[in-house]
């Protein structure tokens, strides 16, 4: 049975979530196709899903790429996260006795994940968690908009360099689950929202700068090289001299740059 289009969205979106697709990755219609061993058309199919879901963006001279997401884009993201995330706690009730299991599964999955070496599968579960919860608090639009939600802010890390460390996001997760497990939706509640502030304050966005400072960069003199001003300066002051004593004596030439410039002095 040949592999449908929402398969391969899926499979794109966890290798984002497990940082095997950077931001700017190319996505090749052709590639793909003999990947997945199926045609163009559900290749393209799949992308254009995922265009419209935020994660890759199209080209019409260079093709599908994976998002790169600006600052502003990287700000709404998480803003949007704690909205979604805080907002599902609080009218979510109390937990029931499946969900809680299922939610400590996850966090063996995560802890087991932190010691072994595979980055892409601890990242890939990290990011899940918060799609696990949704799903066991009874809301399934909302964990497929979060699951998307979640790569994007995995690309933002990437692409931002977060400094948060693995260990310190699993912690959170287990304190999150607790306060769910004693029925304190405030404090699960206030967690997540600690959590995901947590996790944007670790990115190493760069200071808003001036928009001229490239150019600005790019056309300052280069240190030991003359100054235009001063040269020209120079050359108002001595040029006349010069050009007199060219014409008094009898080597002066016309071809001499001096008496030339003088000239046009």
């Not at 909302?142 to 994007?152: N, V």
């Not at 304190?184 to 600690?194: F, R, Y």
């Not at 016309?254 to 008496?259: K, R, W």
Request: charge should be neutral.
């Amino acid at each position: 049975m040949s592999i449908s289009a929402p398969e391969i969205s899926a499979r794109i979106v966890e290798a984002v979530m497990a940082q095997k697709l950077a931001p700017g990755a190319r996505l090749g219609e052709q590639q793909l196709a003999m990947l997945f061993d199926c045609s163009r058309t559900i290749v393209r199919e799949a992308l254009t899903r995922l265009a419209a879901r935020g994660i890759v963006t199209v080209s019409a001279r260079r093709g599908w790429f994976v998002i790169e997401p600006s600052q502003d884009e990287a700000r709404e993201a998480f803003e949007a996260r704690r909205v979604i995330e805080s907002g599902l706690i609080r009218s979510a009730g109390a937990i029931g006795r499946d969900a809680l299991r299922a939610l400590k599964a996850h966090l063996k999955r995560e802890k087991a994940a932190l010691k072994d070496s595979d980055i892409g599968n601890r990242s890939y579960l990290l990011g899940d968690f918060h799609v696990c919860l949704a799903e066991c608090l009874g809301n399934s639009l909302l964990a497929d908009t979060l699951r998307d939600f979640t790569a994007r802010t995995t690309l933002i890390a990437m692409l931002y360099q977060s400094s948060h460390d693995a260990a310190q996001s699993c912690e959170d997760h287990v304190r999150i689950v607790a306060a769910l497990e004693r029925g304190d939706t405030a404090a699960a509640e206030a967690l997540m929202s600690e959590h995901i502030g947590t996790v944007q304050s670790a990115l190493r966005v760069p200071s808003p700068t001036d928009p001229l400072a490239r150019l600005r960069d790019a056309l300052a003199p280069m240190q030991g090289a003359a100054d235009p001003t001063r040269s020209e300066a120079q050359l108002l002051r001595t040029t006349p001299a010069r050009r007199g004593r060219k014409a008094a004596g009898p080597e002066a030439s016309p071809d001499d740059s001096s008496t030339y410039l003088g000239a046009l002095l």
